[in-house]
């Protein structure tokens, strides 16, 4: 089941790359049909399965012989085995459809938020009230937790780009990043809040020192934080409650 979970979500992949290229530009991810960027000729059937008719052609347009970006195949492959996971961890069946679609949103916004340092609303707003009422028994947590999760989601960001942008004067922190927390809150409630801010600073902090010593110590450098917290989110997912349950026990005297 997983090996075909993993076929599905290479197909999905490859519409994640099509949300992630039109989004932005405010354009339908339904019409037109996907074409090369370089020389706008549609793209064949045969030439848009995913990943094998990227090693086919070699990474290259079959019309111009322009480069095709190796984000397309890696997000194919990103999606495949998330979706894979996904079957693995929670069966077949609505949860396990309703974390995949999470998965995806939040690839679509990591994505998105690295090449133009934005995330959609149109991805993160609906998907508040669909965690709220996934909260209604499709998830292990109920309202009051999955209400909780998204006052503390996007409260805590709120707060730290207030206060952030008190003293420095400067914003720090967008909008968009309050409301991808609020999303996450309300599928997981608090706790994933908690686990997802504490991972992706640490990653984020690790990235971006990483960053700064390839710029030679160049402190000037914007990290989008979208990425790191879905990178908390999906880590909660899979390993969240786990990984605090353990904490917890190893805190007791």
Not at 169 to 195: C, H, Q, S, T, Y
Request: glycine residues 12%; contains cysteine; positive net charge.
């Amino acid at each position: 089941m997983e090996a075909a979970a993993f076929v599905f979500g290479m197909v999905v992949g490859s519409f994640l790359n099509v949300c992630i290229h039109r989004l932005p530009l405010s354009q339908s991810i339904v019409h037109p049909r996907s074409a090369c960027p370089a020389c706008g000729h549609p793209i064949r059937a045969y030439d848009n399965i995913p990943v094998l008719s990227y090693l086919i052609l070699r990474g290259r347009c079959r019309d111009c012989g322009a480069r095709i970006h190796w984000r397309y195949p890696m997000v194919e492959l990103l999606t495949g085995g998330f979706a894979a996971l996904t079957v693995a961890a929670f069966g077949v069946g609505a949860e396990a459809a309703l974390m995949f679609l999470l998965i995806a949103a939040l690839l679509v916004v990591t994505f998105i938020d690295i090449d133009h340092r934005i995330i959609p609303d149109v991805i993160t707003l609906p998907g508040i009230p669909v965690g709220f009422a996934a909260s209604f028994g499709l998830t292990a947590i109920d309202p009051l937790q999955s209400l909780i999760g998204i006052l503390a989601g996007g409260g805590s960001l709120y707060l730290v780009a207030w206060g952030y942008q008190l003293l420095t004067r400067r914003e720090g922190m967008g909008g968009g990043d309050i409301k991808l927390l609020a999303m996450i809150g309300a599928f997981f409630g608090w706790p994933g809040v908690l686990f997802t801010i504490f991972t992706a600073s640490l990653t984020g902090t690790l990235a971006g020192m990483a960053a700064i010593l390839r710029r030679r110590g160049d402190m000037k450098l914007a990290v989008p934080f979208g990425p790191f917290l879905a990178v908390g989110a999906i880590a909660y997912l899979f390993y969240g409650p786990e990984t605090l349950a353990w904490y917890l026990n190893m805190m007791r005297p």
